[in-house]
């Protein structure tokens, strides 16, 4: 079943299913089954995503050594995806509130399945490697750049505010999972077949993915997109004007944007270095352990921190200190551990300072992440691309960056407080000015 409803821009004879109309005229929100069916199958989109986004950081040291790259060309490699990404965030967010989210994911996982499938292909053909992998990955940082505000789009529509730290929560863990599936899989294929075999894995699951989301949750008229639906998703008319200049105003929304810039940057960060770091730090180590346990770990933590935020605000809890509480542990209690990180000499405490630093970022889906669907439902897709369009910008600088403190100082410290002094301002920022109340200025789209 498409998203729909919430006062967003419909074709004209959109299907219905189990009597849930597409025009807001009844209920908006998904049922019980469909949001669990739906819910699963997000988080597996998740998870393939992140399969596809690892790949390189997974086969950095094949990579390396097959086209003679060094650190500081591999790190070129691995912020040009942020380039890409951070393009596409505000488009794919609006689009999605005036289309629909589920069409924009399927769109782009289908395009960055196809090109995760063709990279080693192509290497063939070209002697140029690293711009063409410079290239290949801005390609894929614009496909993937969609998804997070499609997303956030779609859930703010079709899913309950008192359900939604939850929902959003378990669909996150997608992102543990594709990392832990990736880093799994990703690393017995590397070693038994090359790092081709990873690409294809990844590129192969993606599309089938997408062939059983159409197939099995979208009926044929759903999965038709107008032009001129298209077309008025990539114009903003006048009479349904989000009021820009009165929302940026808003302090709640600067401190969710730069809270948001700052743990999605230091997010991307760790999961580009934290494989070169381990197999740097610790040569004897086996790439399943250091690949897999920080991410599984993340997964029942990222779980707990939505089932935690939702039951405190049943119980009464103002929902701003909830989110605040939340992002305390995502931001900072990681923080804490990610520096610790970079002190140790023992692989075993090195696992255990990973797993937390990784396990407790998870806390930002109940904190942050939901925060912009607390300001500003009907126009959530278009925010949170605007904060994740920062954060994609600030990760380029700083994953570029570590790969240049690693290169010219040889010490990994340097890496890791990087990651807590860009943490700590975005936590003091969303503590001193966040709220959760919707602003007076939030508008609906309204039909032409």
Same mark, same amino acid.
């Given at each position: 079943?498409?998203?729909?409803?919430?006062?967003?821009?419909?074709?004209?004879?959109?299907?219905?299913?189990?009597?849930?109309?597409?025009?807001?005229?009844?209920?908006?929100?998904?049922?019980?089954?469909?949001?669990?069916?739906?819910?699963?199958?997000?988080?597996?989109?998740?998870?393939?995503?992140?399969?596809?986004?690892?790949?390189?950081?997974?086969?950095?040291?094949?990579?390396?050594?097959?086209?003679?790259?060094?650190?500081?060309?591999?790190?070129?490699?691995?912020?040009?995806?942020?380039?890409?990404?951070?393009?596409?965030?505000?488009?794919?967010?609006?689009?999605?509130?005036?289309?629909?989210?589920?069409?924009?994911?399927?769109?782009?996982?289908?395009?960055?399945?196809?090109?995760?499938?063709?990279?080693?292909?192509?290497?063939?053909?070209?002697?140029?490697?690293?711009?063409?992998?410079?290239?290949?990955?801005?390609?894929?940082?614009?496909?993937?750049?969609?998804?997070?505000?499609?997303?956030?789009?779609?859930?703010?529509?079709?899913?309950?505010?008192?359900?939604?730290?939850?929902?959003?929560?378990?669909?996150?863990?997608?992102?543990?999972?594709?990392?832990?599936?990736?880093?799994?899989?990703?690393?017995?294929?590397?070693?038994?077949?090359?790092?081709?075999?990873?690409?294809?894995?990844?590129?192969?699951?993606?599309?089938?993915?997408?062939?059983?989301?159409?197939?099995?949750?979208?009926?044929?008229?759903?999965?038709?997109?107008?032009?001129?639906?298209?077309?008025?998703?990539?114009?903003?008319?006048?009479?349904?004007?989000?009021?820009?200049?009165?929302?940026?105003?808003?302090?709640?929304?600067?401190?969710?944007?730069?809270?948001?810039?700052?743990?999605?940057?230091?997010?991307?960060?760790?999961?580009?270095?934290?494989?070169?770091?381990?197999?740097?730090?610790?040569?004897?180590?086996?790439?399943?352990?250091?690949?897999?346990?920080?991410?599984?770990?993340?997964?029942?933590? !990222?779980?707990?921190?939505?089932?935690?935020?939702?039951?405190?605000?049943?119980?009464?809890?103002?929902?701003?200190?909830?989110?605040?509480?939340?992002?305390?542990?995502?931001?900072?209690?990681?923080?804490?551990?990610?520096?610790?990180?970079?002190?140790?000499?023992?692989?075993?405490?090195?696992?255990?300072?990973?797993?937390?630093?990784?396990?407790?970022?998870?806390?930002?889906?109940?904190?942050?992440?939901?925060?912009?669907?607390?300001?500003?439902?009907?126009?959530?897709?278009?925010?949170?691309?605007?904060?994740?369009?920062?954060?994609?910008?600030?990760?380029?600088?700083?994953?570029?960056?570590?790969?240049?403190?690693?290169?010219?100082?040889?010490?990994?410290?340097?890496?890791?407080?990087?990651?807590?002094?860009?943490?700590?301002?975005?936590?003091?920022?969303?503590?001193?000015?966040?709220?959760?109340?919707?602003?007076?200025?939030? !508008?609906?789209?309204?039909?032409?």
């Amino acid at each position: 079943m498409a998203a729909g409803g919430g006062g967003r821009n419909v074709p004209p004879g959109s299907g219905t299913r189990d009597g849930m109309r597409r025009d807001g005229g009844t209920e908006p929100y998904w049922s019980r089954p469909e949001s669990r069916v739906w819910t699963a199958m997000l988080l597996l989109g998740t998870c393939l995503l992140y399969c596809a986004r690892v790949t390189v950081p997974i086969c950095a040291l094949a990579l390396s050594s097959h086209f003679h790259w060094d650190k500081k060309q591999f790190g070129v490699v691995l912020s040009s995806f942020f380039w890409g990404y951070c393009l596409t965030q505000i488009l794919g967010g609006h689009i999605s509130d005036q289309i629909g989210g589920e069409k924009v994911l399927l769109l782009s996982a289908s395009a960055w399945g196809f090109l995760t499938v063709l990279t080693p292909l192509l290497t063939h053909i070209t002697s140029a490697h690293l711009v063409f992998m410079t290239s290949s990955r801005f390609l894929m940082g614009l496909l993937q750049g969609v998804y997070f505000p499609s997303l956030a789009s779609l859930l703010s529509q079709r899913v309950r505010e008192s359900e939604r730290a939850f929902t959003y929560s378990t669909v996150g863990t997608g992102s543990q999972f594709g990392t832990l599936l990736i880093g799994g899989a990703g690393s017995l294929l590397l070693d038994w077949y090359g790092w081709e075999s990873v690409f294809y894995f990844s590129g192969l699951l993606t599309l089938l993915w997408v062939y059983c989301t159409c197939k099995y949750l979208l009926s044929e008229k759903e999965l038709t997109i107008p032009m001129n639906y298209l077309t008025r998703g990539l114009l903003v008319p006048k009479q349904s004007k989000v009021p820009w200049k009165q929302l940026f105003r808003k302090a709640p929304i600067w401190a969710v944007i730069i809270a948001q810039l700052s743990t999605a940057s230091t997010f991307f960060t760790l999961l580009s270095w934290l494989p070169t770091f381990f197999k740097e730090t610790f040569p004897e180590s086996k790439g399943w352990v250091f690949n897999v346990v920080p991410w599984l770990v993340a997964i029942p933590t !990222s779980l707990f921190s939505g089932f935690l935020s939702d039951h405190l605000i049943s119980q009464g809890y103002r929902t701003i200190t909830i989110r605040k509480f939340m992002q305390v542990i995502g931001s900072g209690v990681s923080s804490i551990f990610a520096l610790c990180l970079g002190q140790t000499s023992s692989f075993c405490k090195a696992i255990v300072f990973a797993s937390a630093s990784v396990g407790l970022q998870t806390f930002n889906h109940s904190g942050i992440s939901v925060n912009v669907q607390d300001l500003a439902p009907s126009c959530a897709g278009l925010l949170f691309g605007v904060a994740n369009t920062g954060g994609a910008l600030l990760g380029v600088i700083c994953v570029y960056l570590a790969g240049h403190l690693i290169e010219t100082t040889g010490s990994w410290i340097s890496v890791f407080n990087l990651v807590a002094a860009v943490n700590s301002i975005g936590l003091c920022t969303f503590l001193l000015f966040g709220e959760a109340q919707r602003l007076d200025t939030d !508008s609906v789209y309204v039909d032409l």
